[in-house]
């Protein structure tokens, strides 16, 4: 019988917000991370501990972690660059450490400063640290499918990113669309040039809709075997190291078709869509999702 569980990772917290031009304050980033639990999301990317000089929005993450209201059962991971921001992580008892690079060479260099290889040894005592706290690690490869400034990123590079990032112990890979340019047949012949590589059931896909492809590349990402998807409520969010990044895959569209295919994803739609229309008041602009813009149109 077909597994029908799929579990989002909402990012909205840190994705979403790291783009936006007007700071939200830490108490509605709170109150967004609380509602979101509240709606039933079991994985919330609540903060990054990135340096603030290079993402200001989310200078707050210590005020955010020691002021949300904790639910049993939900994981509450935050975006990790280095060894500092692995000790402001630990301090402030995360869940779930996410570290990230990129597979091109330039697009590493713009957001981190560094080339892949030496983000990838800046990395290893990150995740050394969190397998010594028992705490499971995700390793974002951004640009999987394109990068703002080399274009088309060869499969074979992808391939390497993600062997090293299995290599150093990451549990589990989430491959970016950091621009919005997959197509399906790119998702599926990715996926399948890392099957010798790790098990689909330890890929997620992160999806950024900047033309209109993320549920197409969601679908053929079901029909490979993938069950875990990475969301922003609204869509809201970017890179702001990568121009022309546009929000994430909505995680209100995602799942409208999640659970009309019958897939369980253990998240009320109805909380979920009064969040984001609370969200839209919070950001004071429309969201980009289909359902936030059906709803104004109610
Ligand atoms: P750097 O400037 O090369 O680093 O930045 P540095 O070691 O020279 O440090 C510079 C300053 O930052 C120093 O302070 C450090 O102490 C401080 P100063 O002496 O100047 O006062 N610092 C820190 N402070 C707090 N926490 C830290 C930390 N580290 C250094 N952890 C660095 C290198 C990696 C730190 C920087 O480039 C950085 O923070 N980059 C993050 C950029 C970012 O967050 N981008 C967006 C997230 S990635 C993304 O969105 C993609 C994703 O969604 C997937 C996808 O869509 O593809 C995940
Ligand atoms: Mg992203």
Known sequence: ???????????????????????????????FVDRLAHAGCQRIEVSSFVAP????????????FAAIDRRQGVEYSALIPNVRGMERALLCGIDAAHVFLSASETHNRKNVNKTIAETLSALRPVVELAHAEQ??????VSTAFGCPYEGRVAEEQVVGVVTSLVDLGVDEISLGDTIGVAVPTQITGLLAALAGVLPVDRISLHLHDTR???MANVLAGLQAGVTCFDGSLGGLGGCPYAP?????LATDDLLYLLSRMGYETCIDEDKLAETAAWLEAVVQKPLPSHARSIARRA
């Open 135 to 140: 705490l499971p690690v995700r390793g974002y």
């Open 1 to 31: 019988m077909k597994d029908t569980r799929v579990s989002v990772v909402e990012v909205g917290p840190r994705d979403g917000l790291q783009n936006e031009a007007n700071t939200v304050s830490t108490e509605d980033k709170v109150a």
């Open 244 to 248: 022309g990044a546009s929000g994430n």
């Open 212 to 214: 209109g492809t993320a």
């Open 53 to 64: 000089k290079w993402i200001p929005q989310l200078a707050d993450a210590e005020e955010v």
